[in-house]
């Protein structure tokens, strides 16, 4: 499955993939594509032999996987790992995600401690968080609405690129992009589907989505 999905990513126009630090996993998947390779990690040592593999950046996140155990990430220890993942690999560009279970304003504040620790790039979540009382583009909306706040509100405190992460579509993703993130980042909906041509017609609906906002300009009437 993560073959099909890197290999529709590329496909699709995306501007890097996301896999699990494992250095196995790295070579598999620089075999395939010649999108850059970022690796995901709540343990920093697990960082070190993948980018030894050829990974180009780093993350500290994918903290949803852990929220259905029991498991939360508060901001103390999300800035310990970046300090530890920092100390191992000082060269690497290194994202972080700032947790949405903290209040907007905690994650404000993490955002910048976590720029101060030495995070090349912010990212949100939210996803998970917000269950949508409507169907259609309306619930699309509401899924999304954590992570586009925690965009729009960290990307005006800190000056690293912000990748706006979780429960986006291509409705919301120019969404995040006015709100000041400079990327998004999309999983389930594209690495839940079974055919590899609906993954590269999701990543190019989203890589459209997001070519139109920037092409858009503003009257004042």
Known sequence: NVSNVVKAAQQGGATFVDIAANAELVRRVRSLIDLPIC????????????VDAGADLIEIGNFD???AQGRRFEGPEVLALTRRSRELLPEITLSVTVPHIL???????????L???GADII???GGTSSTPAHAGTL?????????LAAAHAISHAVSVPVLCASGLSDVTA??????????VGVGSAVNKLDSSLAMVAVVRRLVASMQAVSMTEV???
């Open 39 to 50: 690796v995901s990690a709540v343990e920093p040592e697990q960082f070190v032999s993948a």
């Open 65 to 67: 996987a852990f929220y």
């Open 103 to 113: 209040t907007l304003d905690a994650q404000v504040n993490l955002a910048e401690a």
């Open 115 to 117: 720029v101060a620790a």
């Open 123 to 125: 990212q949100t979540e």
């Open 139 to 147: 619930g699309l909306i509401e899924k999304a609405a954590p992570t």
């Open 174 to 183: 120019p969404m995040a992009l006015a709100a000041g993130a400079a990327g």
């Open 219 to 221: 009257a004042a009437r």
